[in-house]
């Protein structure tokens, strides 16, 4: 299973890495299917069936580095029933401002990106950080010593390298 982490160029996505310190703006879970997962604030809790279709909602020319999460056995059909039935649910708008406000987070079945993978995760018992699912940014969930970055691509039709 990956981690994937988007090193994002829009104006949001500039935003969320000046407010979290971090190079990176968006997470999201790649089951070694190929299957992706991602909360996204365009329909909110998305499911992609190939790295391809990232750029459905994606820039071209988008740097995604690919960090390795290794599984239990069994682990990984349980982490996909998970996402599965989160599939449709919102984007939770009102808790990443809650990284502006610093209000407490509220249990609203919605979701933001690091905060659908790292509680994905948990629900099986692989915890990345020592907090709660709704406090951790994409770099939170990077810095996890559980991922080994593995490899980095860039988005386009081809998903090689883009010039």
């Known amino acids: 299973m990956n981690i994937l982490a988007f090193r994002g160029s829009s104006l949001i996505s500039r935003l969320i890495r000046w407010q ?20 996204w604030h365009r329909g909110g809790v998305i499911k992609h069936d190939a790295r391809r279709s990232l750029l459905d909602v994606h820039e071209h020319g988008t740097q995604v580095d690919v960090f390795r999460v290794d599984m239990l ?12 039935r989160r599939v449709g649910s919102r984007y939770d708008f009102r808790s990443v ?26 629900h099986v018992g692989m915890f990345l950080q020592h907090a709660p699912s709704h406090d951790l940014s994409p770099r939170d969930i990077v810095m996890s010593p559980k991922l080994e970055l593995v490899d980095t691509i860039t988005l386009c039709p081809t998903l090689l390298r883009c010039s």
């Open 73 to 84: 056995e069994g682990f990984v059909p349980a982490t996909e029933q998970w996402l599965d």
């Open 20 to 39: 979290t310190r971090s190079p990176y703006s968006h997470v999201a879970i790649e089951l070694d299917n190929g299957v992706i997962f991602e909360a």
């Open 97 to 122: 401002l809650r990284f502006v406000t610093r209000r407490p987070a509220v249990e609203n079945n919605r979701w933001f990106c690091s905060e659908l993978v790292s509680e994905a995760l948990s």
